[in-house]
């Protein structure tokens, strides 16, 4: 979506770091989101698979594709729940629209943002932008924390 910016904004460094951040968030929230699908969908197909390679039971070699299967099932799961792209995808998405929000509410100068002069403006931008990052890598800092306590 194309806004229309006022040129003293574009090139302040905290107008710069929002977009920046921003982009970061989606890439990173698509990033998990694909490696989560991927994941799962790889797992359906191979538990989906169990039963009709267990149909050839008269055959030597079923018995082991379908430990073989089980046993890829159990490793697609143990990497998804190690590197938590499910969990990552949501938090990753859901940091992009507060910093999205806030975009538009300052674009618009509402909300916070009413009644301020572009600079008062900017300031609050900095502080909010810096908050939403903060909060969500705090979140981060306390699941890997928690975690390592359960190691």
């Known amino acids: 979506m194309e806004y229309s910016v006022p040129e003293e904004v574009k090139t302040h460094p905290t107008w710069v770091r929002l977009n920046n951040e921003l982009a970061w968030y989606e890439r990173a929230s698509k990033c998990n989101q694909?490696?989560?699908?991927?994941?799962?969908?790889?797992?359906?197909?191979l538990a989906a698979s169990i039963p009709i390679v267990a149909l050839a039971s008269g055959a030597t070699w079923s018995r082991w594709v379908v430990a073989i299967l089980g046993a890829?099932?159990?490793?697609?799961?143990?990497?998804?729940?190690?590197?938590?792209?499910?969990?990552?995808?949501?938090?990753?998405?859901?940091?992009?629209?507060?910093?999205?929000?806030?975009?538009?509410l300052f674009l618009a100068l509402s909300g916070p943002y009413r009644g301020l002069a572009i600079e008062k403006a900017l300031a609050l931008l900095a502080e909010q932008v810096e908050d939403h990052i903060s909060a969500e890598r705090r979140k981060w800092s306390e699941a890997v924390r928690s975690s390592k306590r359960e190691e």
Do not use: V
Request: glycine letters at 4%.
């Open 34 to 45: 694909h490696g989560y699908k991927t994941f799962k969908t790889t797992q359906i197909f």
């Open 72 to 104: 890829c099932i159990a490793i697609l799961e143990g990497l998804q729940q190690l590197f938590q792209s499910h969990a990552l995808w949501i938090e990753y998405r859901s940091t992009a629209e507060r910093l999205e929000q806030e975009k538009h």
